[in-house]
């Protein structure tokens, strides 16, 4: 991709051999602006939402997610950010062919302060413990399960602080609240003391969370709705990096779910007010009073389909309206996209992206609702990337979903719209799959713009179906902090204190180095060291020069090399002969060295101190070059 006036080209064709009745989405992430109405009421505006099945101790859950208030600036005071009272939030199961209600999830929160004879609205100290002494304003919440007239009670929780800083330690690295936010983490019991002490275990099996996270969605969406001047090379910008938001995660049984796991689900979320707000002034104001019915004012299903499909008279519509009614009012901008239009215009200069009769986009979008086939093994889970030496992503994990690979089998007919034989990807052909993510679902960490532009650059609607890449057309590909493989999944939210916005936009996190010297045997070894600076992780490769440097003119050059990256008294890594590991990934750098005998590495590193080592193979001794590069 070009950056302004150039195009970028479209990498990749891959054609796919599917029936002429499945429909692929357009997916692609919020920019947290959806509609003109909703951007003025930041509690209400939902941002995101999640689906995705995952296995706990042998049994199968639905675990659905809602993230609200978007572009949260981490420490911001005196007052915090917080879900809203006078806000019912709502997470909905729907039938996914017609948008039918199901089972509602209602979240209302009720605030309480401990004094208001204080400036200090959210923490007078220290917090040790949710809802402690120093912890002033503090939220709860109630969970309803809503079934037709029938309602049942399933519990409450607390809402933990959020991340000041030093007010907020254990949000941190070693507890200090001058670090950075904490890593995900595998493990429940390596959750924060926050985080862990939030999550609510609630009747029937149900598991909830609600607080403040890290924004889990990454993409360039200011080039975007900059007339789509897409960047490229070094110029990588998150809009959403460096942001918080509120998020709701609810953990439902499937032996909870009408009709139980054979079968596919939609998913939805809602943010109503009541009908009216009162208002008083004067000295003897009694302050805001809501009262009336509750009335929906934002809808979030399939990300993006209110902001890039439907047209700004009726954006508004949108989030008033179910999605029982988006055949008769919104199927007309799924099927004929003006995304496709400006796509084709701005970035493609040609007529690529079929922009009518696109009855495959409508088959996912209408009803807008995310569609997850309950019948699969649970979703593989993204980490901090395939590399990362913190906590790597699953096996099989791809942030492109189909796209990458990434597949689950489907074991019954349970009418996902894209279900595919095994013989259409390469797979099984006595079997049946869904993509791995979505469109079946969506979990944290997928690129959801990369894989909504290929569908609409794609042609899904004859045999055989002609799918386009456009993986990395936004030159955004990973989130900016490490998410949790466990409940409640999403990461940590950013320090106000130590965080940073679009860190790569700023100074280098890391400045290239190179040493050169005498390999000898024993603990003369050729020793280095390098510092990632910020507070988000960098790919870096380190790489062990001996064998290549003789037709540099360097005499005495050491035959062979192995070199290891240490972290303190820990190594991380080490190498022997680079093409015995990450060939692929490290030619992919251009950094690769020049002869098989040398070594290198290639690792996603967070912020911090690092030592390499080379030591010549068999005692060899000699000249030799450790070298470490940050790579895009």
Known sequence: MKSKSHPRPVRA????ALSATIGLSPVRASSHQDAPLITRDPAANTTDVYAFVVVRNGQKFLDVALSVYPHQEPGIGPNKFNFDPNVLYQIFLANPTTGADLVAYQFQFTDAFKTQATILQSYTGVVAANGDSAQNFTQTYTVTKVVGNATTALGSGTVPPNNQGNATPKYNKGDDGNNPAKDGVGDAAQLDDYTRG???????????????REDPFYGDI???FDLLSLKSGAQRFDSQGGYNVHSIVLEIPLAEIPGGENQTMGVYATTSRRAMTVLTDGANS????ATGAWVQVGRQGNPLFCEAFIALADKDLYNRTKPTSDAALFKKYSDNPELGVLINALVLKGNIAPVTNRADLSAIFIPDVIKVDLSTGRARLPGGGATNAVLADDAGYSRLSIFGGDVLESPVASGHPFRLPGSAIGADATKFYVPGGWPN????GEDVIDIGVTA???DLRSLPLTIRSAAGIDNVDSNDAILNKVFPYIGTPFNGRNYDHNPRQANSPLLNFSTRGNIGTGENILIGGFVVRGNTPQRVLVRATGPSLAALGVTNAISDTIVQIWQGQTMLAENDDWKTTQQAAINATGFAPLNDREGAILLTLQPGAYTTTIRGKNNATGVGLVEAFLVD
């Open 13 to 16: 064709f891959l054609a796919l």
């Open 222 to 224: 200011n080039a975007i």
């Open 198 to 212: 939030a999550i609510a275990t609630l009747s029937n099996g149900y598991r909830a969370f609600a607080g403040q």
């Open 286 to 289: 009694t302050g805001t009073a």
């Open 441 to 444: 679902g969506r979990r944290f």
């Open 456 to 458: 609409i650059i794609s």
